[in-house]
């Protein structure tokens, strides 16, 4: 099943703030945050496992809320490269063949003006 | 690390005709590939996941005669759009799982634009 991204778009000034979230109706495993530049392939940003933890990468970091089933990706003092489609990708322990398999969410479009 | 590659980048054939798209992982193993495409302005939809030394496991609505898949090694996986009409026109994306780490973490290639004419 599908995640929900929220919000679909956002355009931002350079330096300014961003949270995109990632809903699941059913339980997850682990959450991964992706972005895509047009016509490229995403880029692995993070993982996060059940557990509610919260990571950090540079400028970049995300908390997972395991009860609530949602993950949230917040980026701070935006920069021009931050721009790109950002994915989430979330994955159900069913173990044997499921495992490793991830659904993706519509993706947020993410627009940064200098 | 981590790096996965895809040939070709972009590909344009003719109508009926049959196309190999490569994915390869590089620098580590992978048992589990998988394979997605995306329509312009969309999301990442899995096609099949690709397991080394067995059968592919495709979604629903994947058919399995016309996007045949073989993993032949753990660092190679391949796609073959057969009979490819414009309705295949896409990019497929191919994502590995690295065997040592025991996650569920995917690595992307590049793509491969198909235009089928």
């Known amino acids: 099943q599908q995640p929900v991204q929220s919000p679909q778009a956002v355009i931002l000034r350079e330096g300014e703030d961003a949270v995109i979230n990632c809903s699941s109706s059913k339980a997850l495993y682990s959450v991964h945050w992706y972005r895509q530049k047009h016509g490229e392939a995403p880029v692995f940003l993070m993982i996060l496992l059940k557990g509610g933890e919260q990571k950090g990468h540079e400028k970049i970091s995300a908390s997972f809320n395991e009860k609530k089933q949602q993950s949230s990706l917040y980026l701070t003092a935006s920069q021009l490269s931050y721009s790109g489609t950002y994915f989430c990708g979330t994955a159900f322990f069913a173990g044997g063949t499921s495992y490793g398999k991830l659904t993706f969410g519509q993706g947020t479009i993410l627009t940064v003006h200098p | 690390g981590a790096v996965v590659s895809q040939h070709p980048s972009w590909v344009i054939c003719k109508s009926g005709t049959s196309v190999k798209i490569e994915c390869r992982s590089l620098d580590f193993q992978a048992t589990t590939m998988f394979w997605y495409r995306q329509f312009p302005k969309q999301s990442l939809m899995l096609m099949a996941t690709?397991?080394?030394?067995?059968?592919?496991?495709?979604e629903q609505g994947v058919e399995k005669d016309k996007f045949l898949i073989n993993h032949a090694s753990l660092t190679l996986s391949t796609l073959t759009v057969t009979s490819a009409h414009p309705e295949d026109s896409s990019f497929y994306i191919c994502?590995?799982?690295?065997?040592?780490?025991?996650?569920?973490?995917?690595?992307f290639g590049p793509g491969t634009r198909l235009t089928v004419l």
């Open positions: 994502s590995a799982n690295p065997t040592h780490k025991n996650t569920d973490t995917q690595y």
């Open positions: 690709s397991n080394e030394g067995s059968k592919a496991t495709y």
